[in-house]
């Protein structure tokens, strides 16, 4: 099966816009390899000041309802445009890369929890491989965030050995 098409156009007020053909909660799981790249390249965006424009996304919904969302901060405008210069914000892939990582740093934020999953070091944070797997593969939910009791559950399982992100 073909993949969904994101048709992207320039919007009157300037900011790039994503015609995207199914809901956030549906956009498909990724490598955790893809998610911890575009972890680096973002850190890198915004340590060297490319703060990006405005995106707009413009879901489908199964009812054909749109939702919109709106990456309009400068964290989420540097972070988005670091993945579209990436994988690209055009392809579902792209697109669930870069909304996985804005999820995961907003669960970062407000989970104390998740202390042990991460490090701070003078270079940033460094992820626990398990951590990126949960990311990479726990659905998003409609606001395009993850569920905190489900990541919670899925950390809480025995790490096997011998797996890596």
Same mark, same amino acid.
């Given at each position: 099966?073909?993949?969904?098409?994101?048709?992207v156009?320039?919007?009157?007020?300037?900011a790039?816009?994503? =015609? /995207?053909?199914?809901?956030? @909660?549906?956009?498909?799981?990724?490598?955790?390899?893809h998610?911890?790249?575009?972890?680096?390249?973002?850190?890198? =965006? %915004?340590?060297a @000041?490319?703060?990006?424009?405005?995106?707009?996304?413009l879901?489908?919904?199964?009812?054909g309802?749109?939702? @919109?969302?709106?990456?309009?901060?400068?964290?989420? =405008?540097?972070?988005?445009?670091?993945?579209d210069a990436?994988p690209? $914000?055009?392809?579902?892939?792209? #697109?669930a890369?870069?909304l996985?990582?804005? %999820? $995961? /740093?907003? /669960? #970062?934020?407000?989970?104390?929890?998740m202390a042990?999953?991460?490090?701070?070091?003078?270079?940033g944070?460094?992820?626990?491989?398990? #951590? /990126?797997r =949960?990311?990479?593969? #726990?659905?998003?939910? %409609?606001?395009?965030?993850?569920?905190?009791?489900?990541?919670?559950?899925l950390?809480?399982?025995?790490?096997?050995?011998?797996?890596?992100?």
């Amino acid at each position: 099966m073909p993949e969904a098409s994101i048709r992207v156009a320039r919007a009157p007020d300037g900011a790039l816009t994503y =015609a /995207v053909p199914l809901p956030p @909660e549906a956009l498909p799981a990724v490598a955790p390899r893809h998610l911890l790249d575009a972890w680096d390249s973002a850190r890198a =965006a %915004a340590a060297a @000041e490319r703060w990006g424009e405005p995106r707009r996304l413009l879901f489908r919904r199964g009812d054909g309802e749109v939702q @919109e969302m709106l990456l309009a901060d400068a964290d989420a =405008a540097c972070w988005a445009a670091a993945v579209d210069a990436g994988p690209g $914000l055009a392809t579902l892939g792209g #697109l669930a890369t870069c909304l996985r990582l804005l %999820a $995961l /740093v907003e /669960v #970062l934020a407000r989970a104390r929890w998740m202390a042990g999953f991460f490090t701070m070091t003078r270079e940033g944070i460094n992820l626990h491989p398990a #951590l /990126v797997r =949960a990311a990479a593969t #726990l659905p998003l939910d %409609a606001a395009a965030r993850f569920d905190e009791t489900g990541l919670r559950r899925l950390l809480s399982r025995p790490i096997p050995s011998g797996v890596s992100a």
